[in-house]
């Protein structure tokens, strides 16, 4: 044998050496064994003799160069049938209450608050007197007024005379129709300043009627900004400024905000129920009296207001209660669990077998959240597969299992 020789069984068998003990460090781990032969292809061999060696099965090991890569997972998912909506849905929101009808008295007269005849929580009737304003000023300026009608009718009837006498004398030619002319006019003149005199003393007593302040409708005083002595001013309508709040509050208005959901399912003359965390166990009754007709583009709502009788002012002005409408369920309108839903670029929807049980999403509207399950008004029927708490990698097109609920075996007997 040649030395070439010699040396060549040497290397061979510390190559060999070395193959058997990466194959022993890396037997537990299949992994690790594929990504060190994809290293060394030139290795391969001697690392099969050596698992040989070791008792294992090369296969095990080394994964076959023309073996084609497995098949994605085939994800195992349960199904729920959408149910039918009930006839009726009752929509329940927060409301309240607000007086049907309110007022705030402000003065048309300036002056100082002579009396104040009615305080906060007084019930009060239409026409009944509130506050006196006193306004000396006002009623010398009537006076005076009144004067100046005794005045204009002076001067009217002496033009008046004048004018006869000159239409009389015009004819003989003792006055000439110029002069006849001017007389005409003065009479004219005078009839203009008697209707104005006549007109000043007008609006002069309704300065002075002003100065007596009245409730426009029955109701309650529920604020007071005035006390007898202070002055108050006609010039000064802006409402922070009133002198007394009046509402009517025999009948209540309840505010609510409908969601955009809902704001074409209710409508004028719906009946409502209202409950009040104050009155336990009371249920009253309400119905739908006015609709904004529009859509509050900040909240998605739309205004309504419910008419509720008050008999007795039993119920405060802004108390806070819950209000309970029913509803007509839309038409097709399905009920699904509420793990069925998912987000995905920022509409909801959920995820459906289809006839070949692959994933399809479906776009939902939903109308109503019941707690376990919600009110889809569009997007599925009663025939679709919806897939239960979709695994967030589920997608478009992949083939899923359908789990089949198996019944629960029957313990033996003993």
């Not at 040497?10 to 994809?38: D, F, H, R, T």
């Not at 166990?281 to 859509?295: C, D, F, H, K, N």
């Not at 509050?296 to 806070?320: C, F, H, K, Y």
Request: glycine fraction near 8%.
């Amino acid at each position: 044998m040649t030395r070439a020789s010699l040396l060549n069984d040497a290397e061979l068998g510390n190559m060999k050496a070395k193959a058997i003990g990466v194959a022993v460090a890396l037997a537990g781990c299949a992994g690790g064994v594929a990504l060190w032969l994809s290293a060394e292809p030139k290795s391969a061999a001697l690392v099969v003799q050596a698992a040989q060696a070791l008792g294992l099965k090369p296969e095990a090991g080394a994964p076959k160069a023309d073996a084609k890569p497995s098949a994605g997972v085939l994800r195992s998912v349960r199904i729920v049938r959408p149910e039918p909506a009930k006839g009726t849905t009752t929509l329940s929101l927060a409301g309240r209450t607000a007086p049907a009808e309110q007022a705030l008295i402000l003065s048309r007269a300036s002056g100082f608050v002579a009396e104040r005849r009615v305080d906060i929580g007084d019930r009060v009737k239409a026409g009944q007197v509130l506050v006196v304003i006193e306004a000396p000023e006002v009623e010398q300026e009537l006076q005076r007024a009144r004067a100046s009608i005794d005045q204009m009718k002076a001067r009217l009837e002496l033009a008046r005379a004048t004018l006869e006498r000159g239409e009389s004398l015009v004819g003989k030619g003792h006055v000439s129709v110029q002069t006849l002319d001017e007389r005409r006019a003065t009479k004219m003149a005078a009839d203009a300043d008697l209707a104005a005199a006549l007109a000043e003393v007008k609006r002069l007593e309704e300065v002075r009627s002003f100065q007596t302040v009245r409730a426009p409708f029955d109701g309650t005083v529920v604020a007071r900004q005035v006390e007898r002595g202070d002055r108050v001013s006609a010039d000064s309508g802006q409402q922070g400024n009133f002198l007394l709040r009046i509402a009517h509050l025999d009948e209540l208005r309840i505010e609510i905000d409908v969601p955009q959901s809902y704001a074409l399912s209710v409508e004028k003359g719906a009946s409502a129920k209202v409950s009040f965390a104050e009155l336990p166990g009371q249920m009253l009754t309400a119905r739908v009296g006015r609709i904004s007709q529009e859509i509050d583009p900040a909240s998605n709502t739309m205004r309504a207001e419910l008419l509720m009788p008050n008999p007795g002012s039993r119920i405060p002005s802004g108390l806070n209660g819950q209000v309970m409408i029913e509803l007509a369920a839309a038409g097709g309108a399905v009920t699904v669990p509420t793990n069925t839903l998912l987000t995905r670029g920022g509409e909801q929807m959920v995820a459906a077998a289809d006839d070949s049980d692959r994933v399809v999403l479906k776009r939902v509207s939903v109308a109503k959240d019941l707690g376990e399950r919600v009110v889809i008004s569009t997007g599925l029927t009663e025939h679709d597969r919806v897939i239960v708490s979709p695994n967030a990698l589920l997608q478009v097109g992949d083939r899923v299992e359908i789990l089949t609920p198996t019944a629960r075996a029957t313990p033996a007997a003993k």
